[in-house]
């Protein structure tokens, strides 16, 4: 199975459990998520550990290690088991009908590394996976103290980054959900509802992206008998998308939050199978945070 080559250089170890009051707010974006695994891992291995997360698909997935504690265990899964059949690949498929199985990031497998459960269901640690729901199409928000254990909210979090098209949708209360980007990429919003002073936002890329399509039109034919409303959200992601965009470069240079992008543009396909290049937008991401801790303490003392 092929792993990334440097993976015996990604950080390990547990962060510190003195918390900063503010949120952190992160972008989906499936492989792209190494990323922000990068920068979190530096912020973890620094100190700055914000007392809430909020993160939609690989941001869910990525926040809750972030949560936990537990430096480079995002990067180290999916820098290992990217090309395991059971996450990518034929056996996914067989198990849950999709290409990517979700679940074999959120379910004990017994070839992951375990999750810290007691510190990631820490009450003093707010953490919200984003989904979207299929019959309302509108942004549904899963908090880790509101569900009813940590299965459910782990299910959230398969929920959010369980993508249309290629996936059946993930039922919680008999309800089904899909990405929360379907109706939400950025969720700053609940930052800013919940009166949080310091939020920072991660986004997945770089600085001057703006979606050029015109929204998944195909939408309409795919979902408009059974979820007509998730139909016509979908058919407007791209000008919800662009609209976040702007607000939170705007609300950047207000000061009102903290954004930060990848310093450079990397092609990274959705399923991305150079482990080089994965491996390579991790360094990225925590070579960007290392590059801002001045700039992220200033903002977090002020």
Known sequence: MRVYSGIDRIPSGQ???DLIEGCLVLEGGAFR???????????????????????????????VNYAAGQIGRSARINLTYRHDSRYVGLRAFLKSRSILDVSFLTEDRGVLEPLDEKRFMDP????????????????AYFEKGNCADIGEILLAVRASATMPY?????????????????S??????WAMDNGYRKIVVIRTREASFR??????????????????LLAEVLSRETEIYNRQLEETTKLDREGRMLVFCPSEEREIDLVEKDMEKLGS???????DCLASLEKLRDYLDA
Do not use: H, W
């Not at 939400?184 to 919003?189: D, H, L, N, V, W």
């Not at 979606?211 to 007509?228: F, L, M, N, T, V």
């Open 15 to 17: 962060a510190s459990e």
């Open 33 to 63: 998520g190494l990323y922000t695994q990068g920068f979190l891992d530096a912020m973890m291995e620094n100190g700055l550990n914000l007392s809430a997360v909020i993160g939609v698909s690989a941001g869910a997935l990525g926040g």
């Open 124 to 139: 003093k640690r707010r953490f919200v996976a984003v989904a979207t729901d299929c019959l309302s199409g509108k942004t």
């Open 166 to 182: 290629i996936s059946p949708p993930v039922y919680i209360n008999g309800r089904p959900y899909f990405d929360g980007g379907c």
């Open 184 to 189: 939400c990429k950025i969720p700053y919003q």
């Open 211 to 228: 979606r050029q399509d015109s929204g998944r039109r195909g939408a309409e034919k795919i979902y408009r008998r059974k979820y007509p």
């Open 281 to 287: 937008l991790y360094c990225l991401g925590r070579s």
